[in-house]
């Protein structure tokens, strides 16, 4: 499945990408429900992705403090429906992918969660990440949520998750 998200490009098999966004149960759910651009499987992880062309800097408290909370509310509600699909809750439309369908119990699956700032500047993450990882410590902690971060489209590209 390929897609264009903050002007970067996203490619990965149709059976392991799960654009939630654009997703029926996303569009049941009806306004006011922010979720994640995509869930993927890559190797033993399920990864959250949130992609983004801008990010207000930290001096900009009211801004900034916004597009954090925007942020849980995202990853949150992402893996709250995610979590739903895979217990059977009674939506509509259960469409899912193969590959992120679990279908028995797993300690090896990690969970992942990847905020990406298109063309921002790399001494520019470390706030960010911290706000946005310290927004969502309770969430992480309490469904072991292996790594949450915060990368520009560099980083990106050299994990493999934009072209």
């Known amino acids: 499945m390929n897609f264009e998200d903050s002007k970067m490009q996203f490619s990965f098999p149709d059976a392991d990408c ?14 006011g429900i922010k979720i994640c651009e995509a869930i993927v499987r890559i190797d033993d992880s399920i990864v959250f992705i949130e992609a983004k062309s801008s990010f207000p800097q930290p001096g900009s408290k009211e801004d900034f403090s916004a597009r954090v909370a925007e942020a ?4 949150l509600n992402s893996i709250l429906i995610y ?4 217990t059977q809750r009674p939506y509509k439309n259960k469409q899912i992918p ?9 300690s090896n699956l990690k969970i992942k969660c990847y ?3 298109n063309g921002f ?4 993450l470390p706030p960010v990440n911290e706000a946005i990882g310290l927004s969502l410590s309770k969430i992480k902690k309490t469904l ?6 915060v990368i520009n489209d560099t980083v990106a590209r ?4 934009i072209q």
């Open 18 to 31: 799960f654009r939630i966004e654009h997703s029926p149960v996303h569009k049941e759910l009806g306004e």
């Open 72 to 75: 849980y509310d995202k990853f």
């Open 83 to 86: 979590l739903g699909l895979q």
């Open 98 to 106: 193969a590959n992120l369908i679990i279908a028995e119990p797993t």
């Open 115 to 117: 905020y990406i700032i």
């Open 121 to 124: 500047q790399r001494e520019w």
């Open 144 to 149: 072991l949520i292996d790594s949450i971060m």
């Open 158 to 161: 050299n994990h493999g998750l």
